[in-house]
């Protein structure tokens, strides 16, 4: 072989390399989740038959999770507080998969009602005699600027988000360490390891979480058949906009904005549950540039601050005239 042929050999190898890499860092998930998601297990392997608790299931990435838990054979406790929209879930979840009616129990909780979630527990081990996986992914985000906004609405967002979340914890892991094995994932948020504006109780009730289960995996290194997991997701298409709180309780949103730049919840959904089935325990999950930025929170924090002060006020002023503050962080503002 002569040296050209050699050369040219070493150049397509080092275009290959050059190729995989970009699109390594350009994907829309984390290089954990990534590696994962290439050479790990499969959700349809690891999670067939496991009783999977999820709450927020009646909209949304849980009601997502839900048909995609079903596909792959999983058994089902769906909660969320609208008894009748979780029955519709239930119905779909039938209908798209070899599942039959005592394989999935549909479970009204309200997050908020703690004294509640002692009893709900019993009744799933009732129905099923064992969890396997809890997803606390039911919350609601804020829409609101910190200097409008009641203390009522801050204290609903902890109570929610971060408190709800926990209670309902309080109840399964003891189950789970009593049999050694069991998952909890929380779906928290990117704005769970950096600020946001108009998001200031949101991302603080994300950062609880994040605390919280950082440390509870800390304190259960005696088991290691239970894995303690936090799900980022950037931007996802679900009902969370029109649900999020504003500046006043009960007050809604004007307009929900435009969905079309946000990952589809499909996608969102079934990373998540390669996150699960290979232990992750942590899971970035965003659309590009998003999850470029938080790489830039995480190891460059003061390039971080410098894009986010800038792209932050463009948010702002565009909520205060009343365009549509979620499109225009990367993208020209549309009149919401
Ligand atoms: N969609 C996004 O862009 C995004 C990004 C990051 C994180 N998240 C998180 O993902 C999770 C799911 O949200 P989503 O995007 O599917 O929004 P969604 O509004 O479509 O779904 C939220 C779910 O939570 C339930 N819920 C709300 N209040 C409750 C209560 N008091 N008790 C029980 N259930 C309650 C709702 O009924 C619904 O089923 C939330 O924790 C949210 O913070 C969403």
Known sequence: MDLSVTSLLYFGALLYVVVQLVRFVCADVDFTLQWAAAFGNKPEIKLRRKVVWITGASSGIGEELAYQLARLGARLILSARREKELERVKHCCLSCSSLQEEDILVLPLDLLERDSHEA??????????????????????????????????YEALMELNYLGTVSLTKQVLPHMTQRGTGAVATVSSVVGLAGAPL???????????QGFFNSLRTELTEYPGITISTVCPGPVQSQVVHNAFTEQLGKPIPAAGDQEHKMPTARCAHLILVGIANRVKEMWIANQPFLCMYYVWQYMPTVAWYLTDLLGRRRVQNFKAGLDADAAYFTRAKAS
């Open 120 to 153: 709900k527990m019993k009744s799933a081990i009732e129905h099923f005699g064992s969890i396997d996986v809890l997803i606390n992914n039911g919350g609601r985000s804020q829409r609101s600027l910190f200097l409008e906004t009641s203390m009522e609405v």
């Open 199 to 209: 998001a200031t109780g949101y991302s603080a009730s994300k950062h609880a979480l």
